[in-house]
Antibody
Framework: QVQLVESGGGLVKPGGSLRLSCAAS????????MSWIRQAPGKGLEWFSY????????YYADSVKGRFTISRDNAKNSLDLQMNSLRAEDTAVYYC?????????????WGRGTLVTVSS | DIQMTQSPSTLSASVGDRVTITCRAG??????LAWYQQKPGKAPKLLIY???NLQSGVPSRFSGSGSGTELTLTISSLQPDDFATYYC?????????FGQGTKLEIK
């Protein structure tokens, strides 16, 4: 079955960096676009980045552009998110998600998430 | 960005009730809409895609309809497991955006 397991979350000071990873299993990872979506505590969902099957197409929402970098390693079935210049408003649970097979754009499967807290 | 507005924000209902949640888009999104269910401390779960297509394994009491700027999620007969928060998401235009959520509570 499809499994997505995020790791790397934790407490970081404003201005600091953190790298999240998402280990994928149960499907052919290289066949799917992948996304990162976050949810601030007690708030709604924010979709902010995707990466294409080969990694040649990437999108960032303005809220993270220039600070976050999405990448993937298809040989290791792994999706990463490098987060730099972190701000208090980046505090959230970060989910990796597998898009649908036809790349319509919705997120068919989600990981359980990893909590990132940005605080001094 | 396309703004997605859900109504109501909170809905109190009883087991067996029929409920409808509406999602309004700031501009036409055609049928490029998904609905997700989220329970506390859990990841969202896909219910409906392309406005009206039921995801595999999702009970048939869930249905979606509409297109353009007004789309709806209907639960035909509420079950105890359905009390959760529901989100709509447009995926017509980047950045993909979610509604603010509708919390479905037990009356």
């Amino acid at each position: 079955q499809v499994q997505l397991v995020e790791s790397g979350g934790g407490l970081v000071k404003p201005g600091g960096s953190l790298r999240l990873s998402c280990a994928a299993s149960g499907f052919t990872f290289s066949d799917y676009y992948m996304s990162w979506i976050r949810q601030a505590p007690g708030k709604g969902l924010e979709w902010f980045s995707y990466i294409s099957r080969s990694g040649d197409m990437i999108y960032y929402a303005d809220s993270v552009k220039g600070r976050f970098t999405i990448s993937r390693d298809n040989a290791k079935n792994s999706l990463d998110l490098q987060m730099n210049s972190l701000r208090a408003e980046d505090t959230a649970v970060y989910y990796c998600a597998r898009d649908d097979r036809d790349r319509d754009g919705y997120s068919e499967y989600w990981g359980r998430g990893t909590l990132v807290t940005v605080s001094s | 960005d396309i703004q997605m507005t859900q109504s109501p924000s909170t809905l109190s209902a009883s087991v067996g009730d029929r409920v409808t949640i509406t999602c309004r888009a700031g501009q036409s999104i055609g049928s490029w809409l998904a609905w997700y269910q989220q329970k506390p401390g859990k990841a969202p779960k896909l219910l409906i895609y392309k406005a009206s297509n039921l995801q595999s394994g999702v009970p048939s009491r869930f249905s979606g309809s509409g297109s353009g700027t007004e789309l709806t999620l209907t639960i035909s007969s509420l079950q105890p497991d359905d009390f959760a928060t529901y989100y709509c998401q447009q995926y017509k235009t980047y950045p993909y955006t979610f509604g603010q959520g509708t919390k479905l509570e037990i009356k």
